[in-house]
């Protein structure tokens, strides 16, 4: 009885030594047994670095983060700059379109004198003109009807002391003759050449 005993008592033992043990492979590839006690600093070990691989991510991710946020703003500015520049652009030339539909092109105003100095002549206040729009203002200061014409237009007949305006638009540089239609006016004199540049 104190054999069995003895025996009953050994494999309790055995027993509880195969429970308080781990099996893991060691460096060189053979089992190795590890108590629960030495297998516990392991445990604590690995969820340390657990821990500080998690910590590490999550920095990395705060920092990709900022940068995100830091790329995102940069570009937010670029394109904002980039659109200011452009309206501003546009607002030029929206203002430059704007004010030559309100400036019209300059026109160039020029007094005739029919009959003066003498019966048959013109007297204008200028000879040279600028290309572009010209108003002629002519007035009859003789004591015969006189008219006036120039590059394809005339005036009407105008009787001594009437007026009437004529506009013509030269489109190119040169020299265009004048003259009054009446029978036998221009051959008196009653003409001349203004030129345009």
Known sequence: MRTV??????????CLHLAATTFEMSDTGRPEWRSIEEEEPMQKRARAQHE????????DHQKLRWCAVV???TAAAWLLS?????SASAGITNAATESSV???AKTTKLAVSAGSPSEFRFKLSKLKVPAGAVTFVV???????HDFKIAGKKT???QPGKR???KVTFKKKGAYRFLCTVTGHAAAGMKGTLRVK
């Not at 005993?5 to 055995?14: D, E, F, G, P, T």
């Not at 500080?52 to 920095?59: D, E, F, L, N, P």
């Open 5 to 14: 005993s003895a025996s009953v008592r050994q494999n309790v033992l055995w």
């Open 82 to 86: 980039a659109w200011l520049a452009a």
């Open 164 to 166: 009437q305006t004529l």
């Open 71 to 73: 790329a995102t703003a």
């Open 139 to 145: 007035t009859n200061k003789g004591h015969l009807p």
């Open 156 to 158: 009407k007949l105008l």
């Open 102 to 104: 309100r400036s019209p």
């Open 52 to 59: 500080a691989v998690i910590a590490t991510t999550h920095h």
